[in-house]
């Protein structure tokens, strides 16, 4: 069974661009999670994804946003970009919402 | 708030001796908990988890016990091995609707012969 997927693997940007990361669940599952991984401030929910449907959101500001398509897969965007996203964004899946979460390899982002 | 406090790393132990990674928790009701373990360039990898109060999961020779008298999920194994140098990940799930994991600060673990 595959596990998570996201792409790209690496990318880097500089200030005041606009940044797509993508994720796909594993087969059969709905929800899909966002995290951020910074160095200095840990893992950082950002976004919940279930059914198509945002559900919950961490405390990181509007530029941050993202979808799950009819697939499940979904997107990351980032726009404004600053310095300080610069970080690992890890996607994860679960089968429903109180199920374990599974993590991809993450999208190292560098912002120049 | 929903918060998990971990031990400081890094924690240097030598290939067979005894591990134990404190973890302890804050949250209202019954959350779920979590060990990740993650390797080098890689995601996070499920490694236990417990659900209710006096649960023990394991995996790999690992074990944790939820705790809910101390709020505590202190993961051990009885003999680690070089493979198992990794940071370590105490998280936890809160109950309701919000799903999010919380996470510790990780512990750096590394085992040397």
């Known amino acids: 069974e595959a596990g998570v997927t996201q792409s790209p693997t690496h990318l880097i940007k500089t200030r005041g661009q606009q940044v797509t990361l993508r994720c796909s669940p594993i087969?059969?599952?709905?929800?899909v999670y966002w995290y951020q991984q910074a160095l200095g401030l840990g893992l950082q929910f950002l976004l919940w994804?279930?059914?198509?449907?945002?559900?919950n959101r961490g405390n990181f500001p509007p530029r941050f946003s993202g979808r799950q398509f009819p697939n499940y897969s979904s997107e990351l965007n980032v726009n404004a970009l600053e310095l300080e996203d610069s970080a690992l964004y890890l996607c994860?899946?679960?089968?429903?919402?109180?199920?374990?979460?599974?993590f991809g390899d993450g999208t190292r982002l560098s912002i120049l | 708030g929903n918060s998990v406090t971990q031990m400081e790393g890094p924690v240097t132990l030598s290939e067979e001796a005894f591990l134990t990674i404190n973890c302890t928790y804050t949250?209202?009701?019954?959350?779920?908990l979590f060990w990740y373990v993650q390797y080098p360039g890689e995601g996070l990898q499920l490694l236990l988890k417990?659900?209710?109060?006096?649960d023990k999961g394991s995996n790999k020779g690992f074990e944790a016990t939820y705790r809910k008298e101390t709020t505590s999920f202190h993961l051990e194994k009885g003999s680690v091995q070089v493979s198992d140098s990794a940071v370590y990940f105490c998280?936890?799930?809160?109950?309701?609707?919000?799903?999010?994991?919380?996470f510790g600060t990780g512990t750096r673990l590394q085992v040397t012969l």
């Open positions: 087969s059969g599952h709905t929800s």
């Open positions: 994804y279930d059914e198509g449907e945002e559900r």
């Open positions: 998280a936890l799930r809160g109950t309701g609707t919000a799903s999010k994991l919380t």
């Open positions: 949250a209202t009701g019954y959350p779920s």
């Open positions: 994860a899946s679960s089968l429903g919402s109180n199920q374990p979460q599974h």
């Open positions: 417990a659900t209710k109060a006096d």
